[in-house]
C-alpha cells in the first residue's frame, strides 16, 4: 500500500492516521479535513469554551507535538465531493482528484437543524469550534435563550448558560430529559438539578415553528404558546456526513455500513467514528456511537483493519463509554440501554446526585450509569466487557461483596 | 520511560487504569494515583494506550 486518504480530519481520522505511523505504514498519508481548522476537541466546546473558562487554542490536537512527526500532508479547507471506488480516487471540492490504495471515511456527523430556520439569525447549532465562538459572543449579550433538545448538548448548553448569567429555557418534546437515553428517574434528578440553577423546562411539547423577522423573536411551541429567545439553540441530535458517498458503491444507511471489522461494503475502503453503523459483537446489535472514546479506538482499528489486507482484520468489539459535565455533576456511562430498561440504584441516592445505577434487560447487565463517583465505574465497566448476568452484577453490588 | 499526570487536566474518566491497571489507579476519593512513574519497558505498550484512550489528553510519556 502506497498511498492512504483519510477523509474527516477529526477525532477519529487523526487517531487513524497516528495508528498508521506507529504500525509502521510509511507511504504517503492524506488527511483531509473540510473545516478551515486544525483538528481539535469538540467535547470542550458545550462546556470550557462555551463559558469562556479556555482559549480556543486548547482544544486543538498535537498543540505540543506538531504534525512533522506524522509525515502527513494535511489538505484543510477541503470538501470531499465524491467517490470513485472503481478508479481509487476522492474527488475534493477544487476539483483535484486524489488517488489511493486505501481510504478510510471519517466524515462524522452534522448537527441537525430545524426545518424553516435557516433564514432566521440568532439560531444556533454546536458541532464545530467556529459554532461554539459564535454561540459564545451571541451569550454574552445577556439574551435570552431557548434551548431545543434536552439531550446532552442542549443541557450542557443551559448549564453554560447559567454559568454566565444567562436566562435558559430548554424546550423538550419528551416528558422528561434525557429520558430516552438514561431513564425517567434519572431525567427527573437531573431536570431538579437544573432548576435550582435557574433553568426552565417546556417538557412534554414540540417545536411548531421558529418566528421572527429577520431574527429570531420567539419559539412557538406545538400547544399553541410562544416563548420569547433572541437566541435558539437547537439540539436535536446529529445525521452522520454520507452525502458525499452517494453513488460510489459505498452502503449507507443511517451512517456507513461496516463489518464487523469496520470494512465498507468497498474494497479498500474503512471508516470510524461518529459515522459508522457496524454489529457490536458485545451487544450483537447494529449500532452506531456518537461518543469521544468511541471515535478513538474505531480510528486505531480502522487502521489496523487497513493494513491487514483483503481479507485480514478482527471484529471490533467495544463497550460505549460517554461523560457529561453540567454545573458540578459529572455523569459517566458505559453500555447501551433503553429508555424500558430495568434501572436499580446499586449506591448512594439520586437526590444528592452522588450514585452509581446499573440497567439491566433480559437478565443481562446492559449499562452503568455513574454520578459524580468516577471510581465506581470501573469495576462495572468490566461486568460488562464480560458479558455479566444482571443478578451477578446486583450481586457484585452488595456492600459485602465489594471492596 | 517516564510517565507524567498533568492533573489540572485528569477527569478521574479512568480509562487509563484499564489501559494499564499496573500504572494507574483511581481510589477511592476519586482521584487518579500513579502507581509506578517509570515502568519498564514491558509495561510501555499499555502506557502508551492509557495516554491515547485519555480524554483530556492528560498523559505524556517521556522517554529516558
Ligand atoms: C459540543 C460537543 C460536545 C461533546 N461532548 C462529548 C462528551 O462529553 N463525551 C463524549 O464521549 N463525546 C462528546 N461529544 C462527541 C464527540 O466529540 C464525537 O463523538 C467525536 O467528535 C467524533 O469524532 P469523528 O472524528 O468521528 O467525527 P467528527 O468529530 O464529527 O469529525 C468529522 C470531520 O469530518 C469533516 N467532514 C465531514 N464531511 C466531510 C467531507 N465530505 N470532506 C472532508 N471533510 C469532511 C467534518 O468537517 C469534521 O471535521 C461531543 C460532541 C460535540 C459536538
Ligand atoms: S484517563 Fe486521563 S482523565 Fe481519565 S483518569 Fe486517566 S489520566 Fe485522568
Redesign the pocket.
Known sequence: MDTVVV???????LRCCEALRRRGYSGKLVL????AHKPY???P???QVLCGEWEPARTEFRRKEGYAPLALELQLG????ALHAQARRVVLDDGKELAYDGLVI??????RTLRGSEALSGVFT???LDD?LQLRVALLQQPRVVVVGAG??GL?VASACRKLDVAVTVVESMALPLDNPLGSAVGQAVQRLHEAHGVSFRLGVGVAALEGHGRVEHVRLSDGTAVPADVVVVGIGVTP?TA?LEGSGVAVGDGVLCDPTLATSVPGVVA????VRWENPLFGESMRV??????VEQ?QAAAARLLAGPTGGEPFSSLP?????QYDLKLQFAGRVRADDELVLVEGTLADRNYVALYGRAGKLRGVLASNRPQQLLRYRKLLSEQASFDAALNAARPSAGP | MRIIVDFDLCQSHGLCTEAAPELFQIRDDGFLYVLNETPGKELAGKAQKAAIEC?TGAITLKDD
Open positions: 477523509v474527516g480530519a477529526s477525532l477519529a481520522g483531509v479535513g473540510e473545516e476537541d469538540r467535547p466546546l458545550s462546556k477541503r470538501r470531499a465531493l471519517a466524515t462524522g456527523a452534522r448537527a454546536l458541532r464545530t461554539a446532552f448538548i450542557e456526513n458525499w470510524a467514528g461518529d459515522v456518537e461518543h469521544w472514546s468511541n471515535a480510528g463509554y460517554f461523560w457529561s459535565d | 480524554p
